[in-house]
């Protein structure tokens, strides 16, 4: 279970093209092991930390102290960096790095900011490496049971009923304890219960803190703890920043930040052939989901975190542009998902706890965009498939479709 199979799939994909990739996601989420499993497949292979001072020590002294490896064949060694974005000129010690040494050494980049973006200034890294994020556990990855890409898009409304149960008993750890492997593996409440107290408060009061120099520490986290409240509606940050007594710039900052940190992530709007379509708040949801207190919304977050894993690894593999949206109009209509393919809507996927009639505005929308459209429910024995004018409804327990998607 814990040895990230899809995504070390993805790291042998990108790693025949570039010499030096990125790996990215949020904090605990177990970039370090997953480094380290890759490093297993070299036989040279050295692990660099950052926050380890003797690791530290040793490149501040010499740059280029890898090339003291102690070799024990002639093949390529890897050189893993981990949390190498806290070193203030780490771009361009990279960059140098790249460029000298390509040819002789596979380099792995780890850390918890978004090494693409992750400070300004600096000379650019762009054409020298490829990124892919790792994830918490989904039930995809779990229940190992994905269909191919292109099977997905030929049809989005397949589904089988293999291994129902599992993927239900799956489905609720995941819903009770986080998809994060310390609390998921330990399988106990408490543990997630003390895990998730300390995360985003640690995450907020020493890597956001310390990496930004934001000093409003206190005002973030109670920011994200009004958050799981929010999940499932448009975020008004007006309205947020007159509950917190702050600034609107400052509000959407520190969001920003909460994204740029993996804490939360956030999807836009869909507007293209929508009469009457909001276009400019977004929904925001966390990865933490436990903490969301409302069945239907954590539910919905659950949903969401499934199609951002599969949108996000899509691009990392360079299947294409995609991108995950909302629909909302102006008569306060919704629709939860939209997956787009380049601007080219692909399927709509509702999140209803317990209806398993298809709502009459997934109908509505459905007519609009002509696509195949998911209506997904907490649970049950079965699915179904209804008529919509020439289109067709799927309802399904959320945990069996999502464990298809590639």
Do not use: C
């Amino acid at each position: 279970m814990d040895t990230r199979e899809p995504y070390l799939k993805i790291w042998q994909e990108l790693a025949k093209d570039k010499s030096m990739v990125f790996l990215v996601g949020p904090r605990q989420v177990g970039k370090t092991t997953l480094a380290k499993i890759i490093s297993t497949s070299f036989v040279n292979n050295l692990y660099f930390n950052w926050d380890i001072p003797r690791d530290k020590a040793r490149l501040m002294e010499n740059p280029t102290f890898f090339q003291e490896i102690k070799r024990r064949d002639s093949s390529t060694p890897l050189i893993i960096f981990d949390e190498i974005h806290k070193y203030k000129d780490w771009k361009n010690y990279l960059k140098g790095v790249y460029d000298e040494f390509y040819e002789r050494y596979q380099f792995l980049v780890s850390g918890s900011g978004r090494l693409d973006i992750y400070q300004k200034g600096g000379d650019s890294l762009a054409g020298r490496y490829h990124l892919f994020h790792l994830w918490p556990f989904t039930i995809a990855e779990l229940g190992k049971r994905n269909l191919t890409i292109d099977d997905f898009f030929q049809d989005p409304l397949q589904i089988s009923i293999e291994g129902r149960v599992k993927l239900k008993e799956m489905w609720s750890r995941l819903s009770t304890l986080s998809g994060f492997p310390e609390p998921y593996l330990a399988d106990r409440a408490a543990t997630y219960r003390r895990w998730s107290n300390i995360y985003s408060n640690q995450l907020i009061r020493e890597d956001i803190r310390d990496l930004t120099g934001i000093k409003s520490v206190a005002d973030m986290e109670i920011l994200y703890s009004l958050l799981p409240s929010k999940v499932g509606t448009p975020l008004s940050v007006p309205s947020l920043a007159t509950d917190l007594k702050a600034s609107y710039n400052s509000l959407r900052s520190w969001l920003s930040i909460f994204e740029r940190f993996f804490l939360i992530f956030s999807i836009s709007p869909w507007t293209e052939r929508i009469a009457r379509a909001i276009q400019k708040e977004r929904k925001a949801y966390l990865w933490d989901a436990p903490r969301i207190g409302e069945p239907a919304a954590r539910f919905e977050n659950m949903v969401a975190m499934e199609l951002w894993r599969a949108v996000t690894n899509w691009n990392d593999l360079g299947y294409g542009h995609f991108s995950l949206h909302f629909i909302r109009n102006k008569e306060q209509q919704e629709v939860d998902f939209l997956i787009a393919s380049g601007r080219k809507p692909v399927v709509l996927i509702e999140a209803k706890l317990s209806d398993t009639q298809p709502s009459s505005t997934l109908k509505k929308f459905q007519n609009a965009l002509s696509i195949p459209a998911v209506q997904l429910i907490g649970e049950g024995e079965g699915y179904q498939v209804f008529s919509n004018n020439d289109q067709s409804i799927l309802v399904a327990p959320g945990y069996q479709w999502l464990s298809q998607l590639p």
